[in-house]
């Protein structure tokens, strides 16, 4: 006797009028191909000749780019519009209209010289779901959207809006594209004078599904194929001043000198101390350095440098903090100096994934034969501001040398695939119900 459950899955694959909820354990697989040439091509705009790209938000290769990233949507049954904040947005309705979207994505965006992976993995491995749930007439209960988020590395910019989180003053805002925020909205199609418009209320999102790159070495160097992130780390940042006494570099003994710079050096290896010295994945950089006057020889009289602290727990970023502040006051002592910080309120509030997400990422991996790793996310992503509105999960896949933000960023097609197979059990997970079990 032929079994029911068999017939019942063909009946759905022939008959795309009467399409339920497909069951995760028979999703479509990634056609690995189609996504490696779509890649290919988007890394056309803003190439650079030593590799990598350019397409910096709301420059006219980031247009170029987002109008191809359109077709592709649109090739893969997707109604698609530009909200008021420029976020590229495909859809494609569920069966039941009441229920929430459960949404998918990332950014096509890049640094300056930056890599063909960092978001664009994310964005097309979104539309690779809607492309083979349409080829497979499968229809969702809930409504799946697929978005480029814009201008993710400039600040979160489309996220923010989304999550009624863009506040006016970022919209005049110069970036790398020489255009403002504003003007740059208005490139892509959005409306920055009704950016409200573009907000998303608590419970119109079921769940925020992103899948990225890792863009560190944690993954290729435990020799496992994906991430099930944890939270999104929140981020910190103070400005240091130093002063002391700019003086004659020849003329003014080593016994009796002020010298600022001196002093920032001490403070730059307290700043790494006081987050090593913890338990913890904490980290703390000192990025940026100024010295003033800036002469060979002129001691120097003041120093000003930044000091950044990220951890998924608000509370351990302020512990880090105050042991830099307690070495920074000896420091100051020993040195001759003041040393006073200036928080800059450049801050990223950590963001938790959902743990009811994390866990069908991973069964969804393991399902697969595939290996996962528990991990933060040590670097900011939309799915941090889309939090504020929904449930979100993140799905990390290896980067190769842990290198990103560079041309020589690069994940493996096969790592790639296995990532946008997870994304699609994921999804269909979620839409089986899986959140309320």
């Known amino acids: 006797m032929v079994d029911g459950r068999w017939i019942s899955w063909v009946a759905l694959l022939m008959a795309p009028a009467l399409a339920s909820p497909a069951a995760p354990s028979r999703a479509p697989l990634a056609d690995s191909e189609r996504v490696q040439h779509h890649l290919a091509e988007l890394a056309h705009f803003g190439a650079e000749p030593e590799g990598g790209v350019s397409r ?18 649109e090739a893969a049954g997707l109604e698609v519009r530009v909200d008021a904040a420029g976020n590229l947005i495909g859809r494609r309705e569920g069966t039941d209209r009441k229920l929430p ?16 992976y960092d978001g664009d993995v994310g964005v097309m491995g979104g539309i690779e779901v809607a492309q083979q749930l349409g080829n497979r ?47 740059g909205i208005r490139a892509l199609g959005g409306d920055p004078d009704a950016i409200g418009h573009a907000r998303r209320s608590r419970g119109e999102i079921a769940a925020y599904l992103e899948l990225h790159i890792e863009q560190g070495g944690t993954l290729e160097r435990t020799r496992t194929d994906i991430g099930v992130v944890e939270g999104i780390v929140g981020i ?6 130093i002063t002391g006494v700019a003086n004659h570099a020849g003329t003014t003994p080593m016994d009796q000198r002020h010298d600022a710079l001196l002093a920032a050096s001490d403070l730059v290896l307290a700043v790494n101390a006081a987050a090593t010295e913890l338990p913890g994945r904490q980290v703390a950089t000192v990025g940026r350095i100024r010295a003033e006057p800036g002469a060979p020889n002129v001691i120097p009289g003041r120093v000003v440098l930044s000091v950044e602290v990220r951890d998924l727990d608000a509370a351990r970023i302020e512990a880090v903090f105050e042991r830099i502040r307690t070495r920074a006051a000896a420091i100051a002592q020993a040195r001759g100096t003041s040393i006073e ?8 509030v950590p963001a938790l994934t959902d743990p009811r997400i994390q866990r069908i990422i991973d069964g969804a991996a393991h399902a697969l034969a595939l290996t996962t790793l528990a991990m933060p996310s040590g670097a900011g992503h939309d799915a941090q501001d889309v939090a504020h509105i ?23 097609p096969n790592d790639i695939a296995h990532g946008v197979n997870v994304l699609m059990r994921a999804v269909l997970a979620i839409d089986a119900g899986e959140l309320d079990r």
């Open 137 to 183: 007439h499968i229809r969702l209960r809930h409504t799946l959207e697929v978005v480029d988020f814009t201008d993710e590395e400039g600040g979160l910019v489309g996220s923010r809006a989304m999550a009624g989180e863009l506040h006016d003053a970022t919209l005049d805002l110069v970036n790398a594209s020489g255009r403002s925020v504003r003007d």
């Open 101 to 116: 979207a459960i949404v998918v994505g990332s950014h096509t965006d890049s640094v300056p010289h930056g890599g063909n």
């Open 56 to 73: 910096v938000a709301f420059s006219d290769a980031d247009v170029a780019g987002r109008a191809y990233v359109r077709r592709l949507m």
């Open 236 to 241: 910190h940042w103070w400005e240091a001043t």
């Open 341 to 348: 910080f200036r928080d800059l309120e450049a801050t990223a």
């Open 390 to 412: 929904a449930p979100i999960g993140m799905i990390f896949v290896p980067s190769v040398g842990g290198i990103s933000h560079s041309p020589r960023e690069y994940t493996a």
